[in-house]
């Protein structure tokens, strides 16, 4: 299984002005997804996880809003873990 790594985008985009509370989550060095405190989010959830484009095929949902970072971090791995069983899977077949 992958091991999805979060990474404060200052530090894997260098170009721009990125805050404190903006990431990039990778898997295997790649740049899948990104989970940032949301400027304009539900009342209650500002964390926002998103999957980036590339990464959408097979899997859903594909971004969302959380509570906490931690909880928009869980829901990126679920969404991500429920496309690579689906997957394994299909290997079986």
């Not at 949902?61 to 679920?78: C, I, N, S, V």
Request: with cysteine.
């Amino acid at each position: 299984m992958t091991t999805l790594i979060l990474k404060r985008a200052a530090a894997s985009r260098p170009s721009g002005e990125w805050n404190d509370d903006d990431f990039d989550v990778m898997a295997d060095g790649v740049v899948v997804g990104r989970i940032f405190h949301a400027a304009a989010a539900p009342v209650g959830a500002p964390w926002m996880w998103t999957l980036l484009f590339d990464y959408h095929a097979g899997r859903t949902p594909t971004h969302g809003y959380e509570a906490t970072r931690e909880a928009a971090m869980a829901a990126f791995a679920k969404s991500w873990r429920r496309y690579c069983q689906h997957e394994s899977d299909e290997a079986k077949d």
